[in-house]
């Protein structure tokens, strides 16, 4: 996929052996419910930064090539099911430059 022409190709690319990695590998267990909690969650944050003002075009989002299609099907948890997780005291750095 590295050498796809462009990177419209390249997103095809790894999100064809996303898809292809899920269907090999799902398999109804604990991990699996993990991974579409996740990436809900993902999808919460993305909701909330448009909610704040940002476009969908100025938000980058790196993950692996699994979970595009569950990220890609836009379900995200609601405050209720957010509020029902357990948590994890982290450290958050949004101060990050891209350059593109």
Known sequence: MEQA????AYRSGARDYGT????LTLANTKSDAE??????YMCKQVAEL???GFKINEI???VGAFHIE???KGNFL????FNLLKKVETKKDFNALFLL
Do not use: K
């Not at 022409?5 to 419209?8: K, V």
């Not at 292809?20 to 269907?23: D, Q, T, V």
């Not at 991974?35 to 809900?40: D, G, K, P």
């Not at 609601?78 to 099911?81: K, L, V």
């Open 20 to 23: 292809n990695l899920r269907e």
């Open 35 to 40: 991974n579409i909690i996740r990436e809900a």
């Open 50 to 52: 448009c909610e704040e």
């Open 60 to 62: 980058a989002m790196v």
């Open 78 to 81: 609601s405050d209720e099911e």
């Open 5 to 8: 022409a462009n990177h419209q």
């Open 70 to 72: 569950g990220i890609e």
